[in-house]
């Protein structure tokens, strides 16, 4: 529940069909830190990278796509704007509680 809206916090996936590969190679770069720590940290800090570059990418094309409509004078739904502030609340929300 939000608390400063009183309605219920969306949890939806940040990512795509692309965070399960993203999983398994998580997986794999924990299984490697016994055998090489240090290349292990680093195949982390750079799967890290990977992530936060496909985050920004998906915001982006969605707030071209809102722009997009806009820029054509067509009238944006405020049902779409709504799910879309929701859904950088969510993801703004779920990166402070890290």
């Known amino acids: 529940m939000d608390r400063n809206t009183g309605t219920e916090e969306r949890d939806e996936p940040l990512l ?6 993203f999983r398994s190679r998580w997986q794999g ?8 720590p240090r ?3 680093g195949a982390a800090d750079s799967l890290v990278a990977e992530v936060m570059q ?7 094309e969605h707030k071209q796509g809102l722009e ?5 004078g067509e009238e944006v739904a405020t049902e779409d704007l709504r799910v879309a502030l929701q ?3 969510s993801f703004f929300n779920r990166l402070l509680k890290t």
Do not use: C, K, M, P
């Open 16 to 21: 795509g069909s692309e965070r399960e590969e």
């Open 29 to 36: 770069i924990q299984g490697n830190f016994v055998d090489d």
């Open 39 to 41: 290349q292990a940290v």
């Open 54 to 60: 496909a985050l920004a990418t998906t915001f982006s």
């Open 68 to 72: 997009s409509q806009w820029q054509r």
């Open 87 to 89: 859904s950088y609340r």
